[in-house]
């Protein structure tokens, strides 16, 4: 979101709703990480669409099952 800010108008409680993530936040997981999706007007107006964050398995370290990430395509 940092990165986007100049580019998104985040509503000023948008990292707060981030911080509250629990685990019924949807999400996808790619080859390379796990999206996180946040729906029209979470985080932002209607005209910035649906917001998405990449975090890669590499901040995970050891705390992910390779497996898993082999299914991935």
């Known amino acids: 979101m ?3 800010k100049n580019d ?4 000023d409680d948008a990292l707060e709703t981030v911080s ?3 685990d019924k936040q949807p999400f996808y ?3 390379d990480g796990i999206v996180v999706i946040y729906g029209l007007y979470e ?3 209607y005209v ?10 590499t901040l995970f ?3 992910i099952n390779t497996e898993i990430i082999k299914e991935c395509k």
């Open 61 to 63: 370290g050891d705390g």
């Open 29 to 31: 997981i790619t080859k």
């Open 8 to 11: 998104i108008p985040y509503f």
């Open 43 to 45: 985080l932002a107006p």
């Open 20 to 22: 509250q993530f629990t």
């Open 48 to 57: 910035s669409g649906i917001q998405e964050f990449k975090i890669p398995f």
């Open 2 to 4: 940092k990165e986007n």
